[in-house]
C-alpha cells in the first residue's frame, strides 16, 4: 500500500537558517503530494502541494519540488522565523483509494 | 466563508459513557473523513465516507461509529468500548472530484477521560 515516511525529528534552528524536512513515499499510481502544517493546539492546514512530476509547490517562503525518480517532495525554506514553530506533515493522495497518506509529522523549534 | 467546524473544543467523558463529536462542513465536499492524534503522534484514521449513506472502516474504527445521513454532517461517537479514548480528534473533508484538492481540516476536539 501506499506510504509516507519524514525526517525523525525534533528539528531545533536558529532564526534566519535555513531548513530542510525530508520526505520520501511509496505510491503504484501517479499520487498528488502534500505538505501540511500543525500549530499547536488547532487542526491541520494545508500549507503546498504538487500534483505531477517535477511540479515545485510553494507558499509562505517554503518550497517543495514533486521528484518522481526519487519518490521524495522535502520542504525547504531559505530564512525560518519564530513563527514557523510547529508540526510539519507531508501527505499523499491517490484519488483511487479515496484517502491521503500522512507521514508521522517532524516538529520544528526555531529559536530567536 | 466555508469551513469546518467541529465542536465541542473540550470534551469530558466518564468511564462508561458515549460521547458525540459534531463535525459539520459548508464546503459541498462528498468526502469527510476522522483521524484520531495522541500526543507527539501522527494521525490515525478512524473512519471515512465518500458518500452519503456509507462509510468504510479506518486502520483503528474499534470502539467508534459514524453516520453520515447528510452531506454536510458526519458525527463520530466514541462508545463505551474504546478503552482509551483520551485524544485529540480531528475531523476534515475534500472534494473528491478535483484532483490534488487536499484536506480541509476543522480545529479539532480534545476528549479527556475523567
Known amino acids: 500500500g501506499d506510504s509516507v515516511t519524514q525526517m525523525e525529528g ?32 488547532e487542526g491541520l492546514q494545508l500549507l503546498l502541494k504538487a500534483t505531477k512530476a517535477d511540479d515545485k509547490g510553494s507558499n509562505k517562503g517554503f518550497e517543495a519540488t514533486y521528484r518522481k525518480e526519487t519518490t521524495s517532495f522535502h520542504l525547504e525554506k531559505g530564512s525560518v522565523q519564530v513563527s514557523d514553530s510547529a508540526v510539519y506533515f507531508c501527505a499523499l493522495s491517490d484519488r483511487f483509494a479515496g484517502k491521503s497518506t500522512f507521514g508521522d509529522g517532524t516538529t520544528l523549534t526555531v529559536k530567536p | 466563508d466555508g469551513g469546518i467546524t467541529q465542536s465541542p473544543k473540550y470534551l469530558f467523558r466518564k468511564e462508561g459513557q458515549n460521547v458525540t463529536l459534531s463535525c459539520e462542513q459548508n464546503l459541498n465536499h462528498d468526502a469527510m473523513y476522522w483521524y484520531r492524534q495522541d500526543p507527539g503522534q501522527g494521525l490515525r484514521l478512524i473512519y471515512y465516507s465518500q458518500i452519503v449513506n456509507d462509510f468504510q ?27 482509551n479514548p483520551t485524544a485529540f480528534y480531528l475531523c476534515a473533508s475534500s472534494d473528491r472530484g478535483r484532483e490534488g484538492y487536499g484536506y480541509t481540516f476543522g480545529s479539532g476536539t480534545r476528549l479527556t477521560v475523567v
Open chain 2, 57 to 83: 472502516k479506518g486502520d483503528i474504527a474499534e470502539g467508534y461509529s459514524v453516520s453520515r445521513e447528510k452531506k454536510e454532517s458526519f458525527p463520530l461517537t466514541v462508545t463505551s468500548a474504546q478503552k
Open chain 1, 10 to 41: 525534533p528539528v531545533t534552528l536558529s532564526e534566519e537558517a535555513f531548513l530542510t524536512i525530508n520526505c520520501t513515499y511509496t505510491a503504484t499510481g501517479y499520487p498528488s503530494l502534500f505538505w501540511y502544517v500543525q500549530y499547536p493546539g
